[in-house]
Structure formats: C-alpha cells, structure tokens
T-cell receptor, first 112, second 112 residues
Framework: GQQVMQIPQYQHVQEGEDFTTYCNSS?????IQWYKQRPGGHPVFLIQ?????EVKKQKRLTFQFGEAKKNSSLHITATQTTDVGTYFC????????????FGQGTRLTINP | DGGITQSPKYLFRKEGQNVTLSCEQN?????MYWYRQDPGQGLRLIYY???????QKGDIAEGYSVSREKKESFPLTVTSAQKNPTAFYLC???????????FGPGTRLTVL
C-alpha cells in the first residue's frame, strides 16, 4: 500500500550534536505533519507544512518540505536531553483515502 | 478543559477474554482513530471513523472491533481472536479526516 517511509529508524547522538530525520513518500503529499512522542508518552503535534519548499523553524528545530512535496526533514541543532523521544512524520496523500499516513518514526536517544 | 481521555491507563486480562478500551473526546472532532504501538515501533492504524455511525478498517483490523454511536466516544474491543493483543493502544481525534491529530494518553494492555 501507499506508505510514508522515515529514516533512520534509530539515532543516538552526543548532547550538543545535530540530528536529522527524513521522511519520503512515493506519492505527492498535500501536506506533512510532524509529531514528537516522549518515552512513555503519547504523540504530540509539532508542526504542519503545506507549501512546496516550505521551511519553518521552532527554536532549534527546522522543518522542510521538499519542492516536489514528496519528502520532508526535521533537523535539530545542538541537541539537548529534552529532545529525547520518537519523531513521526505524517503525510496526507493527494491520491487515495483522505487520511494521514504515519511514518515509522525515528527514535532519538542522547548521551549527556 | 478540552481533551481526549482514555481509560484505564493499565489493563490486564486473561487470554481468551474480550476487553473494551475507552476513548472519549470533548473537542467536538468528527474523526477518531485507534492505533496500536508495540515496544520501539511505530503507529499502526486499527480503525478510524470520520463521522458518527460510520467507521473503516485500518491496516491491522483483524481481531478488533469498534463502534461510533456518539460523536464523543469511540470504544475499541480487543477480541479473543486477536493473536497477540499485548501492546500500547492510542486513541486520537481530529477535526477532519487529514487534520492534526490529538492523542489520548494511551492504554497499556497486557494479556496474561
């Protein structure tokens, strides 16, 4: 079926290092959303990107939506221990059922 | 205080028993969802409902059943036909089918 692929599955960094997770779809997306799930918690909405080539920032987090609207990335600059968790992308496919399709998530662990 | 609630937080059942997980929202959202999450894994869609009295199967509906008799409520029954029911179950709601999803705190089900 139609999927949204996310890489890497796991990433371990030293505190202060940067981190990036990538989200790719074989199908054009209407929009893409990013969520964060802290260990033991539930996913929480971070941001939504809608326009081709859009870039949004939230403090140390930078979100990008590709020109073709088939990929997206989340980049964290100078990670802190509070960034630990699993980051999910979720895309609405232009073709097919109107619903969000979640990526598998990237689990970020940080060595203080 | 608006939000989405799930109860109970932890649930233990004996093998062969059906069990119903509760999900209630007071956000006036039309769409509601059930996801299953296994340790260290992503979100897998079980069922979703875009409107009262209607619901659709997700990717892993076998062994589960739902109802949507009220806008606020979307209970999930894990039947004895579900071969490996021990997991973390997350309920979510959104205004529309592909809008931002708000997740409940989840129910950890353990089948002994």
């Amino acid at each position: 079926g139609q999927q949204v692929m996310q890489i890497p599955q796991y990433q371990h960094v030293q505190e202060g290092e940067d981190f990036t997770t990538y989200c790719n779809s074989s199908t054009t997306l209407s929009n893409i959303q990013w969520y964060k799930q802290r260990p033991g918690g539930h996913p929480v909405f971070l941001i939504q990107l809608v326009k081709s080539g859009e870039v949004k920032k939230q403090k140390r987090l930078t979100f990008q939506f590709g020109e073709a609207k088939k990929n997206s990335s989340l980049h964290i600059t100078a990670t802190q221990t509070t960034d630990v968790g699993t980051y999910f992308c979720a895309g609405e496919l232009i073709q097919g059922a109107q619903k969000l399709v979640f990526g598998q998530g990237t689990r970020l662990t940080i060595n203080p | 205080d608006g939000g989405i609630t799930q109860s109970p937080k932890y649930l233990f059942r004996k093998e062969g028993q059906n069990v119903t997980l509760s999900c209630e929202q007071n956000l006036n959202h039309d769409a509601m969802y059930w996801y299953r999450q296994d340790p260290g894994q992503g979100l897998r869609l079980i069922y979703y409902s875009q409107i009262v009295n209607d619901f659709q199967k997700g990717d892993i509906a076998e062994g589960y059943s739902v109802s949507r008799e009220k806008k606020e409520s979307f209970p999930l029954t894990v039947t004895s036909a579900q071969k490996n029911p021990t997991a973390f179950y997350l309920c979510a709601s959104s205004r529309g089918a592909a809008d931002t999803q708000y997740f409940g705190p989840g129910t950890r089900l353990t089948v002994l």
